[in-house]
């Protein structure tokens, strides 16, 4: 059974929103995308193509699908080791509104998403990997579905925009795997999902 792995680039103080470019995502008036573009350096390609070393298949939600989808069928350089991943694995584009897609190896999920991605972690060798895709990864995280969160966290604040873990989030305690800080300032963590979290309380000493 493969692994359900969330790739997500996130500001300090949390937003995911268009980190690629300035016309990503302008929903609610969002002035700041292309955040992330600054801090790419060898660290940061070196750790991305060793997630897209381990993939086995694509779930994207549909707003990352048409960006990457616009894009990637360009790169025909079969040795970029993210291009050639995406262009010849299956992706499945969770969406209730694609209906003809053209990127080749694409099938839409459009029915009971738990049933759906249970069933795809079952059939892929390797992994399940989502790379942005904000609204559906918190919604498989709602769902107790993503196993590990690649979480990358680029240092800089913007004050707006959409948020990985808004109010609301279900409760969720990870287990920390491993990380590294980039020569750029990215601190990238991994972290397994564990289950509930666990509570306690600093108990001041009898005698103070």
């Known amino acids: 059974m493969g692994k359900l792995v969330v790739t997500t680039f996130v500001t300090l103080d949390g ?28 660290d940061f390609g070196r750790f991305m193509g060793d997630v897209f070393s381990r993939v086995g298949a694509f779930l ?7 960006i990457f989808a616009a894009h990637w069928p360009k790169v025909t350089d079969p040795e970029d080791p993210v291009a050639g991943k995406l262009n010849s694995l299956p992706k499945y584009v969770a969406s209730s509104t694609l209906t003809d897609p053209g990127w080749s190896n694409t099938t839409v999920i459009a029915g009971d998403l738990a049933k759906e991605v249970t069933a795809l972690k079952e059939h892929t060798e390797g992994e399940l990997q989502v ?28 004050g707006a925009g959409r948020r990985l873990f808004p109010e609301g989030s279900r409760p969720t305690a990870f287990r920390h795997t491993g990380g590294s800080i980039t020569s750029t300032g ?21 005698n103070a």
Do not use: C, K, M
Not at 15 to 42: C, I, K, L, M, N
Not at 135 to 148: G, N, P, R, Y
């Open 60 to 66: 994207l939600g549909r707003r990352t699908y048409d």
């Open 15 to 42: 937003v995911y929103q268009a980190p690629g470019g300035p016309d990503e995502d302008t929903r609610d008036g969002f002035e700041h995308g292309g955040w992330s573009v600054p801090y790419g350096d060898e």
């Open 131 to 158: 790379h942005g895709s904000g609204a559906l990864a918190q919604s498989l995280f709602a769902a107790d579905l993503v196993d590990t969160l690649h979480l990358l966290t680029f240092p800089v604040v913007l």
């Open 186 to 206: 990215v601190s990238i963590q991994s972290y397994d999902r564990v289950g509930r979290p666990e509570y306690g309380t600093y108990e001041l000493p009898e």
